[in-house]
Structure formats: C-alpha cells, structure tokens
C-alpha cells in the first residue's frame, strides 16, 4: 500500500480544502480509511475515518459538523473536506489505511500511511 496526499495549501481562515488521498497501485475499496493531522509539538491526532463500505464514518470533535469524509472506490481515493478553516487546524495532514476499522482515532491501530500534505491556515 502505497498512500499519496494531495491538496494541502496556504488557505485562509475561513475557507474550505478538500485533501486527498490516493494508491496508483492497490486498490483502497477493501480498506477502511482515516484521516490525521499533526501539528509542531504535538502529537498525531485523529481527524476522521471511514469503513470500507464508506457507510460508516466517524469524526474528531474538532471537526465534526465542519468535515466531510468520503470515499470514492470507483477512483480509488479517500477525500477529506474541511470547512470553515482555522488557524488551529493549520498541521500536516495524513492518510492512514488498515484492514479493518479498530480503534479508529488511535494511530496505533492503522497500518499504513502516506506522507502527509501540509495545510496552513492563517487568518
């Protein structure tokens, strides 16, 4: 598995981003997915997951009702919509795939990640 991120940028405060995450060689449809973030000096935190399905998601308080994830297996990506950006959002960004969805907001329990996409968020 070999995770990419993209759409990582400087955006304002306020605004929204979708990021995404994508495997040009293995497909993701059998994979649950999540989304992380972290900032300087702090730990990974959990943003967002979803099932394999994409039936069943699940969102940091953070972000819940501000974050929409999706999954699109029919173009085998992992999208992670942010609205109404803070600065306090502002980390680089990471997907995460695992076979099953466990513990979802614990990194420990995801297998496989990209390499983070940086979002900064200033206002």
């Known amino acids: 598995v070999q995770l990419v991120e993209s759409g990582g940028g400087l955006v304002q405060a306020g605004d929204s981003l979708r990021l995404s995450c994508a495997d040009s060689k293995r497909t993701l449809s059998n994979f649950a997915m999540g989304w992380f973030r972290q900032a300087p000096g702090k730990e990974r935190e959990f943003v967002a997951a979803t099932s394999w399905s994409g039936r069943n998601t699940y969102y940091a308080d953070s972000v819940k009702g501000r974050s929409t994830i999706s999954k699109d297996n029919a173009k085998n990506t992992v999208l992670l919509q942010i609205d109404k950006l803070k600065p306090e959002d502002t980390a680089v960004y990471y997907c995460?795939?695992?076979w099953g969805l466990g513990s979802h907001n614990s990194t420990t329990s995801w297998s496989y990640w990209g390499q983070g996409t940086q979002v900064t968020v200033y206002s």
């Open positions: 995460a795939a695992e």
